[in-house]
């Protein structure tokens, strides 16, 4: 059985200081994507991840966005749309060449001949090799951090970019020329983090360009069951220009310029998805994509669905939008599937008010599956609070996939 989680923790920090970590380690999953990590990796506490390997997109933005995937296993592979991450293991884990890590103040050698980085400094101890013995990833020099002139090739044998800095006029995400000078700033490591190469295996699909660098896609082939496990912090949004109105708004008027971000990114990302899945697919893998998708699908999904029908996150064409991705050939919303006659079970409650006591919830995490991996699920459950404690204005969708 494989146990598979997703969470919106807003803040690594602030989520530990309400009992994560006790939760991430009684819980007993096998897999957890994590959204809105919300720290650079010098922030990020050693004791973080627990027992678990982790691959790690901070995004470029402090305190904001931020996705990783927590695995029992390093994972076979990891592709992020920055074309780096970050990567680390429990203290005296074993890595992909089977050897336990030494300290070793020149870093092991995989055998490819590549040299990485050797940390004894935590509890969490990583070394480059662990991840760099894939072919889909080479660690990013020694553990400095110097600009690389190469990208990486990507299935159509085009050099890919590593998100390092490269030469005047090199090729960014969407393939069109980057300005002189212009890269993706690189993160301070932390002292249990290392930093790798993990270029994507499909082209990025135009539009999501400016979205590359914020830490909100990642994905990890998992390296004890054929699966890849997405990870998706989709942007929020908000109102067309017609429909503001300043009274009734939080934040200022912008005539519209959330609203066409999120529809922006929504039409790309449809685009890339389809690409990726069949990508899984071709290599004998099911695919599942988990995350914040910051909309409720359809009135099950959302306790006041009559008074929020033009407020963002249940727009019509956002609820459109999020239909079109799924069918019984493509992806399964997999809790629905399990739980088809109910309304939610909700995921995220407002902080205000007592929306969390009365159940006035949205559904807005999913776990969206490839036909036979759907089948393959047996029970799911929303962890509303963890010993009488939300971890999160979210909380973790927890789900057992009997997958043979």
Request: charge should be neutral.
């Amino acid at each position: 059985m494989l146990r598979i989680a997703t969470a919106n923790i807003n803040g690594i920090r602030a989520t530990h200081r309400r009992g994560f970590g006790d939760w991430l380690a009684e819980r007993g999953c096998d897999v957890v994507a994590l959204q809105e990590v919300r720290a650079q990796a010098d922030k990020i506490p050693d004791d973080a991840f627990g027992s678990y390997h982790v691959a790690l997109d901070t995004g470029s933005l402090p305190g904001r966005n931020g996705v990783a995937v927590l695995t029992r296993s390093a994972p076979a592979a990891v592709r992020t749309w920055s074309g780096t991450a970050l990567v680390g293991g429990p203290s005296g884990a074993t890595g992909a060449t089977g050897a336990t890590e030494e300290t070793d103040a020149a870093g092991p050698t995989d055998s490819a001949g590549m040299t990485g980085t050797s940390r004894t400094d935590g509890p969490m101890m990583t070394r480059a090799g662990d991840i760099a013995t894939s072919p889909h990833h080479e660690p990013v020099g020694d553990g400095g951090l110097r600009p690389s002139t190469a990208g990486t090739a990507g299935s159509t044998g085009a050099a890919r970019p590593t998100g390092t800095a490269g030469p005047a006029g090199a090729a960014g995400p969407t393939g069109t020329a980057r300005p002189t000078g212009e890269a993706r700033p690189l993160p301070t490591l932390g002292p249990a983090l290392d930093l790798v190469a993990s270029p994507d295996h499909v082209p990025l699909s135009r539009g999501l360009g400016p979205f590359a660098d914020q830490g909100r896609y990642l994905e990890v082939d998992l390296a004890d069951a054929p699966v890849t496990i997405a990870c998706l912090y989709l942007p929020k949004g908000g109102l067309p220009a017609e429909l503001q109105r300043p009274e009734r708004m939080r934040e200022a008027p912008d005539g519209g310029a959330r609203y066409a971000r999120k529809m922006g990114f929504m039409a790309a990302f449809s685009r890339y998805l389809t690409s990726t899945r069949r990508a899984a697919l071709a290599a004998g893998r099911e695919f599942l994509l988990m995350g914040d998708l910051n909309i409720a699908h359809t009135r099950q999904d959302l306790a006041a669905w009559r008074r929020n029908q033009q407020n963002d996150g249940f727009l019509p064409e956002e609820r459109e939008w999020f239909g079109q991705q799924l069918s019984p050939r493509t992806l399964v919303d997999v809790v629905r599937s399990l739980h088809p006659d109910e309304d939610g079970p909700y995921s995220w409650w407002s902080w205000l008010g007592q929306s969390f006591a009365k159940d006035a919830g949205w559904r807005l995490d999913y776990h969206l599956a490839t036909p036979r991996l759907a089948r393959s699920a047996v029970r799911a459950e929303v962890d509303r609070d963890f010993r009488g404690v939300r971890l999160s204005d979210h909380s973790p969708v927890v789900v057992d996939y009997e997958l043979r």
